[in-house]
């Protein structure tokens, strides 16, 4: 490619810079191996000389072609698919052959066309070694023209059809050469062979590609004989020279440098595509799966707005048993307290026990059954929590059935991290692993006993050893010390006169520290229950969060990463529609 002028050396050097960025721009969509090394090889090739891949199913003779092309038999014919390689053909002052690897044969010939062309010769599209059509595979990208030989006698066979599909999405400039004519009876046979593939080309190319029927047995025949009349009758019947004078007007030094210059830009093209395709599919999937979280966060919030509301039902019936029992209280000091009981009030256990009996009542028991229902109403509805993340994750996991979901799986053994499906089905799984394994190991009677034990230290500063200590027990001896120490009436009634005279006093003293004492125990009891309750409400939505954080932040930073890719893929292929512009426009 030593003959470009300026600009179009300035073209091969925009088009290395835009592969090398293609490049650059899949590595964050885990190109596939095959796809790298076709742009690297893309890159490679805009220094080598032009390049003619021949294709075709084994025995359609396409090693006749290029023997008849060259005027004399260089390659080998008639070989089995179990013997035949790849033959690369380029310009040599003698005849070589080299063996450059255990399926690819370089032999030099010196026709002086191959100065500037080097031919492939590939095994068969149906070769019996599936290495061959591998190898056939690989040429094909790094082709500028591909010449697709059928056989007149089984022309378009499947394996050819098939093979056509597939280099298809390459955008190849691909000529058809209809070999071995001579085997057809008369023109109108060759003629419905002719309209036949023409038909077949159309569908499997989507475009219209020139065909050319030949006979290289004819032409070689041509070629061999010394008589110059049979040797003008043999090469018309070929018609082998329309192919040629097709093939090499239009690999002249423009249109050589034409294919050469927009091979790359195919490569580049269907890569470009390919991985656009590939980062629109992931946004959609990340989109879905930027819902998900919103929905889990969103689920969240329900959940602590439902909690709290409940909650304040809850706690107002501990509530009402604190207000019961100051109305007991205040009754009972207005009974108790008065001259006509002095006798009573100077036994200090008898109205202590009278009060416990009358005031205290059966509030301890009922403060720890509304305490116990409340608990196991808190523990009961963050296991529900945990059983709706964990089956709305694993639905999602689900998406496009359990056993498309089992054979991802299967496919991340040892592979977890390598790529975006497997790196987002492992953390979906994981994530639903986990809150399944927070499920099944949930122990209601540890939960409850470990909140129990949260709120009975806020209220009473303690922690009573062994099992869960009643918080009603708490609310009693609380109760019943505060009226022992607020109302001193055992010391007031020292002296009969002295005590009629203060009583009154005392009692409204005592009714009045009564019910700071009541009140500040309802405050210190609900504020200390309602904090646990926030705090554990908290922890519970903590926890999910820290349970699904992994697949979060996979989800924001491949969303980043895909979306950067996307736009970066659509900034490229502009450059290469520029570029491809300018390669038309070389003078033809």
């Known amino acids: 490619m030593d003959i470009l002028d300026n600009q179009q050396m300035q073209i091969r050097s925009a088009e290395q810079e835009s592969l090398l960025a293609l490049r650059e721009a899949i590595e964050p969509l885990g190109p596939e191996a095959v796809d790298v090394a076709a742009l690297k090889q893309a890159e490679a090739d805009l220094e080598e000389l032009f390049l003619l891949v021949v294709v075709g199913e084994f025995n359609s003779g396409k090693s006749a072609f290029i023997n008849a092309l060259l005027g004399e038999d ?49 095994p068969g599209t149906n070769a019996i070694i599936r290495q061959h059509e591998a190898l056939t595979r690989t040429f094909v990208p790094r082709s500028d023209m591909v010449l697709f030989i059928t056989s007149a006698d089984r022309p378009f066979t499947e394996s050819e059809r098939g093979f056509m599909e597939a280099i298809r999405e390459w955008g190849k400039k691909i000529v058809l050469v209809l070999n071995k004519i001579d085997l057809l009876g008369n023109q109108e046979e060759l003629d419905r062979v002719l309209h036949f593939i023409e038909e077949h080309s159309v569908a499997l190319l989507g475009q219209k590609s020139e065909i050319f029927p030949v006979s290289a047995r004819l032409a070689k025949k041509a070629r061999a004989s010394d008589n110059f009349a049979e040797r003008d009758a043999l090469l018309r019947a070929s018609h082998f020279d329309e192919l040629e004078k097709y093939i090499f007007s239009t690999l002249d030094e423009a249109g050589r440098i034409r294919l050469k210059l927009l091979t790359p830009l195919g490569i580049a093209g269907r890569v470009a595509e390919k991985y656009k395709e590939i980062a629109k599919n992931r946004l959609a999937v990340l989109a879905e799966d930027f819902r998900t979280v919103e929905n889990i966060e969103a689920q969240l919030q329900v959940y602590e707005s439902d909690m709290k509301r409940e909650f304040a039902g809850r706690i107002s019936q501990i509530e009402n ?124 009677r540890q939960e409850a006993e470990k909140i129990a034990q949260d709120m009975r230290a806020a209220v009473a500063g303690v922690v009573a050893a062994g099992g869960v200590a009643a918080l009603g027990v708490i609310v009693s001896i609380a109760i019943t010390s505060a009226f022992v120490d607020i109302t001193g009436v055992t010391a007031a009634l020292v002296s009969g006169a002295i005590g009629l005279f203060i009583l009154p006093y005392r009692k409204r003293k005592a009714l009045q520290e009564f019910r700071a004492r009541t009140q500040e125990l309802r405050d210190k009891l609900i504020g200390a229950m309602t904090y646990q309750f926030e705090a554990e409400l908290w922890r519970s939505k903590e926890r999910i969060r820290e349970s699904i954080a992994p697949y979060t932040r996979f989800v924001r930073v491949e969303q980043d990463r895909v979306s950067t890719a996307q736009a970066r893929l659509g900034e490229i292929e502009k450059e290469l529609a520029r570029l491809r512009g300018q390669i038309e426009g070389i003078r033809r």
Do not use: C
Not at 98 to 113: G, L, M
């Open 321 to 444: 048993i604190i207000y019961e029992l100051r109305e007991r209280g205040e009754a009972f000091f207005d009974q108790t307290i008065k001259a006509s009981r002095i006798r009573d009030l100077l036994s200090g256990n008898k109205i202590k026990r009278e009060f416990e009996e009358r005031v205290v009542a059966d509030s301890a028991r009922r403060v720890d059954d509304a305490t116990s229902g409340l608990i196991d109403w808190m523990v009961d509805q963050d296991l529900r929590l945990w059983q709706g993340v964990s089956e709305y994750l694993n639905r999602r996991r689900l998406a496009g059935g359990a056993e498309e979901a089992s054979r991802r799986d299967e496919h991340m053994i040892g592979t977890v991290g390598g790529g975006f499906e497997t790196s987002r089905q492992a953390l979906l799984r994981s994530v639903v692993q986990e809150a399944r394994t927070v499920i099944d190991s949930f122990d209601r």
């Open 74 to 122: 260089v390659l080998p014919e008639g070989v089995t698919p179990t013997t035949a390689s790849i033959n690369l053909l380029r310009y040599g002052p003698q005849v070589t052959e080299t063996q450059s690897s255990d399926f690819v044969t370089e032999r030099t010939y010196p026709a002086p066309f191959l100065r500037d062309i080097s031919i492939v010769d590939t």
